[in-house]
């Protein structure tokens, strides 16, 4: 078994541990035990305590109070939407390194399809960056971004960094999406690049993301490896 899904396997079991705890003996806004009791109680490191919390705070069934701990959520908060995460957000609240392989950064006109999500003509000037990204190292998802030219010129993507964390500093700042999940099955350059037979089956989101002003910045769309990737989001009965 290798490093990246030790590591998984590991902080979803404590996270499933305490899960059991809250459903059988806490209620909302009762503390959770500190990370260091988690470390003992669970034998793990701290990285794993804190992969664990954080996925469950994803899910809304915790929440942190900065300098204090962390505290159960109540059934609002756990009826909450999904949150919206950039890559490098996800991979590290799965307990994942991410880092990524530029494949492409070229400035392109927007087809139709690209310029209907993104508000522009078709024809105008967009930046397209095509990025492998991996999880300890290992291929996880294949990515094509396209951002309209004016938000981010090609020159000066920070091919290092974070794009989320790169619009923010432009003040771009992602919002909220609009996302669809549909299977696909591999080509023989994408099942190439993420490291699988052809055929297989992967996990298609694209996402149409827009900034505090409502204006959409980018038109993404994501295909996950469908033999490490599951997506997860709290559903309710109350509208
Ligand atoms: C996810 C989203 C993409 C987004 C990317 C940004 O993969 N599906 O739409 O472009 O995150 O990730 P990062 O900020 O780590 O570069």
Redesign the pocket.
């Known amino acids: 078994m290798s490093t990246a899904s030790k590591t998984r396997h590991k902080y979803e079991i404590v996270a499933a541990g305490i899960r059991a705890t809250i459903a059988d003996s806490l209620g909302p806004n009762d503390a959770l035990p500190s990370e260091r009791e988690l470390m003992e109680i669970y034998n793990v490191s701290r990285m794993t305590v804190r992969a664990a919390i954080a996925r469950l705070a994803d899910e809304g069934l915790v929440y942190n109070v900065h300098g204090s701990g962390t505290y159960v959520g109540s059934p609002d908060l756990f009826a909450k939407a999904p949150k919206l995460?950039?890559?490098?957000?996800?991979m590290v609240s799965r307990g994942y390194a991410?880092s990524?392989r530029v494949l492409e950064v070229s400035r392109v006109a927007a087809v139709a399809a690209v310029a209907t999500r993104l508000g522009l003509t078709p024809g105008e000037e967009c930046t397209k960056i095509r990025?492998l990204?991996l999880a300890d190292g290992n291929p996880m998802?294949l990515?094509t971004?396209y951002l309209p030219g004016g938000v981010l010129p090609m020159e000066e993507f920070d091919a290092k960094?974070?794009?989320?964390?790169?619009l923010t500093d432009r003040g771009y700042e992602i919002h909220r999406?609009e996302q669809e999940i549909h299977a696909v099955t591999l080509d023989e350059e994408s099942s190439g690049l993420l490291a699988v037979p052809l055929g297989s089956a992967a996990l298609e989101?694209d996402?149409v993301?827009a900034d505090r002003r409502g204006h959409p910045v980018?038109y993404?769309r994501?295909i996950y490896r469908g033999d490490r990737y599951s997506f997860q989001m709290a559903v309710s009965r109350e509208s």
């Open positions: 995460t950039s890559f490098t957000e996800d991410p990524s990025r990204r998802a990515e971004v960094s974070s794009l989320y964390g790169q999406a989101i996402r993301a980018e993404a994501t």
